[in-house]
């Protein structure tokens, strides 16, 4: 099972997070992490469940809202999604369908059923840099004490946890490399392979691709709608009406609206990347990615 572990960068940053089978998992998972990576393995999938796999701050709130409108034909802002990992199975299985679930855990951790090609998943990714540089502010957003007694950074130390991988759900490269193989391997036409850099500038031909690919026959109009819903202007008017945020956040943050959104730009990274950050930065991404079938746009 789980133990508990505190890691350490060279400027005295640092996280507290769970360590199992070599793996980070952040301290609200369920459980000993061991008991419920083995209930998901095993949970009862339903053909209309849907799964958003994403890295953090790649734009699984973007996703999951997206989604959820096309399944329940329904256009109400739902705040965050319920995710698998700090949700007990019982709550999950107690959910009305359609479900939309979100998840940081890779492709090779979800459900059996899954990777027998029941439901569907939605992964979104995003560019390492946009990522880190969202995780950042993020971090800074969690201002209750309690979070800054287990989680407190510089941002060389959260480059530093990023870069060599101490992280929750570990290195974003390892990740990549990680759904390169789901590629090459998973047979079955389950998943949908979604950019966030792709969506900003065409989210209209996303909303149809996803609801395509969700088998939802909604006609123009209700695509023509989900797309103005979920644009990142109304999607924060939304999140800041919502005055009581699920109680994951309120015991995270002192703010009376979701943290989530912040800039939803691509290329916000360049206000915070140093030259020499950026340039180890791109020497690691080289070594690592070069031969991955996933690319990124930067800017
Ligand atoms: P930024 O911090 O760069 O703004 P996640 O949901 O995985 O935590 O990702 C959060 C990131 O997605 C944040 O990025 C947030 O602003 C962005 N995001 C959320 N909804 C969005 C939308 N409708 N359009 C563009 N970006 C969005």
Redesign the pocket.
């Known amino acids: 099972m789980a133990e508990s572990v505190e890691v350490h960068s060279a400027d005295g940053s640092f996280m507290n997070m769970l360590k199992y089978d070599g793996r980070y998992y952040v301290t609200h998972f369920v459980g000993n992490v061991k008991d419920h990576l083995a209930a998901i393995d095993v949970m009862d999938v339903r053909e209309d469940d849907t799964f958003i796999l994403?890295y953090?701050?790649?734009?699984?709130?973007?996703a999951f809202?997206l989604a959820s409108m096309l399944r329940t034909g329904e256009t109400a802002y739902r705040g965050s999604p319920t995710f698998l990992d700090y949700t007990d199975m019982q709550t999950i299985d107690n959910l009305p369908s359609p479900r939309v679930l979100a998840t940081h855990l890779t492709f090779d951790f979800m459900p059996k059923q899954v990777k027998e090609g029941k439901g569907k998943v939605v992964a979104i990714f995003r560019n390492p840099k946009?990522v880190i540089?969202?995780l950042r502010?993020?971090g800074k957003k969690m201002d209750h004490k309690d979070f800054q007694k287990v989680y407190k950074t510089t941002w060389e130390g959260l480059l530093e946890f990023y870069m060599d991988g101490r992280i929750f759900y570990g290195s974003w490269f390892e990740y990549i490399q990680n759904w390169d193989k789901v590629r090459r391997e998973h047979k079955e036409t389950n998943i949908l392979y979604l950019t966030?850099e792709d969506m900003?500038p065409d989210l209209r031909s996303h909303v149809q691709k996803l609801a395509v690919f969700l088998e939802v026959t909604f006609g123009p109009e209700f695509l023509d709608t989900v797309t103005e819903k979920?644009?990142?202007r109304n999607?924060v008017t939304e999140a800041t009406k919502a005055v009581a945020p699920s109680k994951q956040w309120k015991d995270m943050t002192s703010q009376k609206t979701l943290p989530?959104?912040?800039?939803?730009?691509v290329g916000?990274w360049k206000n915070f990347f140093t030259v020499s950050q950026n340039e180890q930065f791109d020497q690691v991404y080289k070594e690592k990615i070069e031969t991955s079938s996933f690319s990124f746009r930067f800017e």
């Open positions: 994403s953090p701050k790649s734009g699984t709130h973007w809202t946009d540089t969202s502010t993020f966030y900003i979920c644009t990142f999607m989530i959104y912040r800039k939803g730009e916000d």
